[in-house]
Every structure is written in structure tokens, then in C-alpha cells.
């Protein structure tokens, strides 16, 4: 090996957890090994997020904006759905609206079609906010495998209140899987 470069050597596809690099060490001045579950450890993060807002000002279900409009729809478009760029897993859906009111039903969707009616899918799981207060933060605990998504799926939130909420903002966390 020490007359080949390393451009010469045979690729590892799947290295094992336990495989070892080199790895220059820019403090210390000097050339180390390092593992690749050590390497992959120290990496970046491994979430993401969505936000949207929007005027909801209707009591039927509807598409919640991921991005920003004044209108709601009864409609997954273009304004309402998220293209997913890798596999991935919606952990929580944090809302927070500009009116007090009454229930609060959250739920997570994979629309197959752009204008796909909210009203006539089927969501993956629902939460409900029991009553919810102008203002305050909420917090809905998704992760589990049943809200997972493949690259190229595109992921919408419905909400269906007792109440108007007008003013709504939502952040949609993602974790890669």
C-alpha cells in the first residue's frame, strides 16, 4: 500500500461502524485515525423543519400553507404540501394562533396528487388540542414509523378547529431516517 495512491485503492461501499481513517487534526498538528461510527457521530444534525402560516378562517378541515398565504384551502397544492427531499420522519407539529378557541384536530398526510381534497383523505395520524389560547405555543409528538416518508413524497398538514384561529403558524420537524 505504500506505493499506491489512495485514488488507486479499492472502494469501500458499506463501511463497517468500526472501519478506520486518517484524519489531519488541524489543532494538534498531526495525522490520526479516527473510526467511522466517531466520525458520523460528531456530524451535523439530523432534523430539519418546515414552516408555514396562514389564515385559517373556516371551521372545516383544511390544508394548513407550508410557506406563507392569506387564504386557506380544502385543497393539498402547491401552498399546502412539502416536496420531501430524503427519507425522513415527522417527530412533532408546533402551531400557535392568533385566536382562543375551542378542539383542535392535527393531522399528517401524504397526498399522492396536487388539488388532492383534505376533506376525502385519509390522514396518517391525528392529534387533538383539547382547547388551544391565543398566542401559546403548542406541541404535537408525531415520531413513530407511521409518519415516515421516502424521498419524493410530498407531505401536507391538515387542521380542523371548533374555531376560527385566523392567524396561524406552524413549524414541522423532520428527522432523517
Known amino acids: 500500500m505504500a506505493n499506491k495512491k489512495i485514488s488507486e485503492l479499492t472502494a469501500l461501499v458499506t463501511p463497517a461502524a468500526t472501519d478506520v481513517l486518517a484524519i489531519v487534526d488541524v489543532a494538534g498538528a498531526e495525522t490520526k485515525k479516527i ?9 451535523g444534525d439530523d432534523h430539519f423543519i418546515f414552516n408555514g402560516s396562514g389564515y385559517i378562517s373556516v371551521t372545516t378541515e383544511v390544508a394548513i400553507p407550508i ?3 392569506t387564504s386557506d384551502s380544502a ?8 416536496l420531501i427531499p430524503i ?3 415527522v417527530v412533532s407539529v408546533t402551531t400557535q394562533s ?3 378557541g375551542g378542539s383542535t384536530d392535527f393531522g399528517v398526510y401524504k397526498p399522492t396528487a396536487y388539488n388532492q381534497n383534505v376533506t376525502t383523505s385519509t390522514p396518517l395520524g391525528t392529534v387533538t388540542i383539547a382547547s388551544h389560547t391565543s398566542g401559546t405555543v403548542y ?3 408525531f415520531d413513530s414509523a407511521t409518519y415516515d416518508f421516502a424521498a419524493g413524497d410530498r ?4 387542521i380542523e378547529s371548533t374555531t376560527n384561529l385566523n392567524g396561524t403558524s406552524i413549524t414541522i420537524l423532520l428527522k432523517k431516517i
Do not use: E, K, P
Not at 35 to 43: C, K, M, P, R, Y
Not at 155 to 158: A, K, L, T, V, Y
Open 75 to 82: 385543497y393539498f397544492n402547491y401552498l399546502s404540501t412539502a
Open 67 to 69: 410557506g406563507a398565504t
Open 98 to 100: 392568533q385566536s382562543s
Open 35 to 43: 473510526t467511522v461510527a466517531n466520525l458520523t457521530a460528531g456530524g
Open 155 to 158: 407531505m401536507g398538514i391538515g
Open 87 to 89: 427519507a425522513c420522519r
Open 139 to 141: 406541541t404535537s409528538t
